[in-house]
């Protein structure tokens, strides 16, 4: 009877630790999350497009290339500017505030060139922005051409994108995976652990206890054996 007692309760915590959550269960629940929103972000958003327009620092007969280089890194600074985005709002057909948002300019430390980007949910919208800026920058920085020494040139204009800048569904997807996959890894690192020391004493105690006591038919023969004395 004890034996079949004890079996059920075996079999009963047996099934209970089955049926039980494992530990490791925020990690695919994270990375399964990560996957739906990053999706439906892809899904939802408009797509962006992006148009470039290049133009370069040109030095005259009386000017050093170290000189034009230097001023390349100047007008790329002042490209988002006030002014230039005042030249530019007309042709860009947005307002100034809009287009600051809208155009960023980029320039390297080895070239005198200047990349000025434009970005929209609209293609063309996104060569006009580029274009009018780098038009605006040309005309304000040319007219201080004969004390600088420096010309601006359009090397090369912005033209419609055909394929959006912005990341697709299943790149999206694919990056809120690994988001949160990584989400779920750390929070498993970082998460308070049990000690299975302290799980297994309550249990441990009760043992010595009944370890310790005298078996039944040992405490009958000591009995007997103090009447006989």
């Not at 972000?41 to 005259?60: H, M, N, Q, W």
């Not at 230039?84 to 060139?113: D, F, K």
């Not at 970005?119 to 780098?134: C, E, G, L, R, W």
């Not at 020391?197 to 009944?210: C, I, L, R, T, V």
Request: proline share 8%.
């Amino acid at each position: 009877m004890a034996d079949t007692a004890d079996q059920k309760k075996t079999d009963h915590r047996r099934r209970a630790r089955f049926l039980r959550n494992p530990a490791w269960w925020p990690l695919p629940a994270a990375a399964l999350l990560g996957l739906a929103a990053g999706g439906a972000y892809g899904v939802l958003k408009a797509p962006e497009y992006a148009a470039t327009s290049y133009v370069v620092a040109v030095p005259d007969d009386t000017t050093e290339p170290a000189t034009a280089l230097g001023f390349s890194q100047a007008y790329a600074r002042i490209a988002t500017s006030s002014s230039t985005l005042a030249y530019a709002q007309p042709r860009a057909g947005i307002s100034a505030r809009r287009l600051r948002t809208q155009v960023r300019a980029e320039t390297s430390p080895e070239s005198p060139m200047i990349a000025i980007t434009g970005t929209s949910k609209s293609p063309a919208q996104a060569a006009d922005i580029a274009n009018a800026v780098a038009d605006a920058l040309s005309l304000s920085s040319n007219q201080a051409a004969k004390s600088t020494g420096v010309q601006l040139l359009l090397f090369s204009q912005a033209v419609a994108p055909t394929e959006p800048a912005s990341p697709s569904a299943p790149v999206s997807g694919a990056v809120g995976l690994c988001a949160g996959g990584l989400l779920g890894g750390l929070w498993l690192l970082a998460r308070p652990r049990r000690r299975p020391e302290a799980a297994a004493a309550p249990s441990a105690a009760p043992a010595e206890e009944y370890a310790s006591l005298p078996a039944q038919g040992e405490h009958s023969e000591t009995k007997e054996k103090e009447s006989a004395r």
